[in-house]
T-cell receptor, first 116, second 113 residues
Framework: AQSVTQPDIHITVSEGASLELRCNYS??????LFWYVQSPGQGLQLLLK??????LVQGIKGFEAEFKRSQSSFNLRKPSVHWSDAAEYFC??????????????FGKGTKLSVKP | KAGVTQTPRYLIKTRGQQVTLSCSPI?????VSWYQQTPGQGLQFLFE???????NKGNFPGRFSGRQFSNSRSEMNVSTLELGDSALYLC????????????FGPGTRLTVT
């Protein structure tokens, strides 16, 4: 079955420090991979996506992610974190439920706190 | 271009009642998907509608249903509410059926007492 694992429930980093959020997926075929961010009381905002091609993907707000097929990973990175990045981050894989495509399978999320 | 809108944003219902939530997709998007978000189960796919037809359904009981109108607006209905139905219900729109590139609305926070 398809699944997404985000091993870190909560991460705290200092403002200006680098960030890496981990994501591992389980999917038989070539995966479609996504990172979303959710601020408190808000919906999900798409940060970046990987469908094919270059394994290093650039997204909005200075985020990037690298697809590593050998490790079944799609880690999210940012070189310098800003206080406004504090939010919850979700990794997702494009699923295939009941033979139909189109549903997203999400990890449990990683909550990011930023220290001043 | 306006984003996905969901109404109402907050809702309080009593066990046994039913509820209807509404979602208007981004202009030009014809597919609408619904997700349930709870602290325990996380984000789970409910169903997808395209061209007024349900195209995909997640593993939820029949109390959860939906429909889509000719203007692509969608509603989801939950009947005989249970305490466990308390959740944030998120709607996502995409251009075509089966598209993984989905854009989410702000959600409807449902509390069942």
């Amino acid at each position: 079955a398809q699944s997404v694992t985000q091993p870190d429930i909560h991460i705290t980093v200092s403002e200006g420090a680098s960030l890496e959020l981990r994501c591992n997926y389980s999917y038989g075929a070539t995966p479609y991979l996504f990172w979303y961010v959710q601020s408190p009381g808000q919906g999900l905002q798409l940060l970046l996506k990987y469908f094919s091609g270059d394994t290093l993907v650039q997204g909005i707000k200075g985020f990037e992610a690298e697809f590593k097929r050998s490790q079944s990973s799609f880690n999210l990175r940012k070189p310098s974190v800003h206080w406004s990045d504090a939010a919850e981050y979700f990794c997702a894989v494009g699923g295939n439920y009941g033979g139909s495509q189109g549903n997203l399978i999400f990890g449990k999320g990683t909550k990011l706190s930023v220290k001043p | 271009k306006a984003g996905v809108t969901q109404t109402p944003r907050y809702l309080i219902k009593t066990r046994g009642q039913q509820v209807t939530l509404s979602c208007s997709p981004i202009s030009g998007h014809r597919s609408v998907s619904w997700y349930q978000q709870t602290p325990g189960q996380g984000l789970q796919f409910l169903f997808e509608y395209f061209s007024e037809t349900q195209r995909n359904k997640g593993n939820f009981p029949g109390r959860f249903s939906g429909r889509q109108f000719s203007n692509s607006r969608s509603e989801m209905n939950v009947s005989t509410l249970e305490l466990g139905d308390s959740a944030l219900y998120l709607c996502a729109s995409s251009y075509a059926s089966g598209s993984y590139e989905q854009y989410f609305g702000p959600g409807t926070r449902l509390t069942v007492t």
